[in-house]
Structure formats: C-alpha cells, structure tokens
C-alpha cells in the first residue's frame, strides 16, 4: 500500500477495496489491490474495521467514530455516533442494516445506509452483553454473528434488533474475528 501505518481492516465494495488503520489512514485500489490511493476523512484516530452494503462504504473506530462514503471511498463523511466514549472494533452489513459492536459490549444498528446509528440495549443496561470486548461481526444465512473477549459469541436473527448469547467451546480464549 506504500504506507507505514497499520491496517486493520479492508473489504471490497464496486470493484474497489478500501483499507482503514491506525492515524485515521484510509487506502483504496481499483485495479485489484496492484496499487493504493490515500483517501482522507478529517480524522485521525484509529479505524478498526470497514464493510460495505448498499453502494456504502461504513469504517468504525476508537472513541466510537464512525465514516461513511456514498463514492467508493473517495470522499468521506463523519457520522455522529452513539457512543463517542466506547471504542468499536468491528461492522458488518446484512439485510439493509450496518451493525457495528465494540468496546463493553456495544452494538449499535443503522437502517439508513449508515447516516443514523442506534444502540442496541437489553433491559435498564446501555451495555446489554456485559463488560467484554465484542471485536467482531459478520452476517450470513438472514443472522449477524459477533465474537469478543473470554470466547463470548452473540446472534441475533432481527437484523441486530435482539441478540442470543451462544455458548463458546473456548470460553478462556478471546474470539478476533467471525
């Protein structure tokens, strides 16, 4: 990619990948990952992951930012998010809904192409899946599947509405990435 910042996530969305890391560093290629372009979105902090749904690129990161781009990641937009004191780590797209989880259990929803974002809560607690980490999502078979610290995994088959806690064959292992 010709930079020396990590990357930390990369999907593919109109024949364009785009990666997002740490400084707030965006890259983008068109010809198939045999070159990069730098994009920019105005902030600087770390991006952790990024998908695509909808003719949509959506990137999450610390302190619960959170970007858009309608033009395959040639321009951004920050998004006011739900939780600006929580970290996320990962977003998916299923069903014309983005999920993104994070940092204490986070999950926040957008039907709107990612221009509004809601938290999703269980009961009186803001953070319903308790004080782990969720670190990643992803979606298959119409249900979003997410992963976290001390081998926590979730489903919801709403489209992030409600979430089911699964139990882990490895509860003593942190869960990366689905």
Known sequence: SG???YLYGITLGNNTF??????????????????????TSGISQQFQGITFGNNTFVAVGVSGKIIRSTNDGSSWNNVTSTSPSRDLQGVSFGNNTFVAVGEDGRIQISEDNGTSWSNVTSGDS???????????VSFGNNTFVAVGLSGEI????????????VTSTSPSRDLQGV
């Open 126 to 136: 803001p953070y319903p899946y308790g004080n782990n980490n969720l670190k990643g």
């Open 154 to 165: 979730i489903r919801s088959t709403d489209y992030g509405s409600s979430w089911d806690n």
């Open 3 to 5: 930079i020396s910042q």
């Open 18 to 39: 785009v990666g997002v890391g740490s400084g707030g560093k965006i890259v983008r290629s068109t010809d198939n990952g045999s070159s990069w372009d730098n994009a």
